[in-house]
């Protein structure tokens, strides 16, 4: 079976493209799934947030760690986070490709971009003058587009914030 196939299998337990069953049974597709629960996404992303935000600490090289975890963080194939974030990991959450191939880093990329921003301001703050001087319009254009996000992810039908368009993903709830 083709990877383009594997959200409309139609047998209950089929193996999703990342090695999990469907979430929603027969002939799941991502775009019938509701929208994740708006209380579980922001503790999830506090959780990452918190992760990249001490990574950061780490002098000189923290904030660009920090900002790669949250680059990449969706797309990463380790056991113990499962294609997905270790704050959604925790809150049974997962984003899912709307074309039903599995989530990869190029994906995790295109989706959580304007949060590694966050890192750049890190590293600005080691850099004396220009550093700071930098800092202010990173930061500005950080707010907007955070604010953004979450006016998208509350008001959009499926939960789908900026990044999740710019990806084709969305998030849903799994068991698991």
Known sequence: ?????RWTETATDAPRANGQTDPGGADFRPNDVGKAD???RFIAAVIDAAIAFVIGFIPFIGGLIGAAYWLVRDGLELDFMDGRSVGKKIMKLRPVRLDGL??????????????????????????????????????????????????KVVTDAQGRRLGDSMGGTKVIEVAS
């Not at 079976?1 to 196939?5: A, G, H, S, T, V």
């Open 102 to 151: 599995p989530m990869d880093i190029p994906t995790s990329v295109k989706r959580n971009w304007m949060f590694s921003l966050g890192g750049v301001i890190q590293v600005l703050l080691f850099i004396p003058i220009l550093g700071w001087l930098l800092m202010i319009p990173v930061a500005f254009v950080a707010l907007g587009l955070g604010l953004f996000e979450i006016y």
């Open 1 to 5: 079976m083709d990877q383009q196939n």
């Open 38 to 40: 708006l209380s579980k």
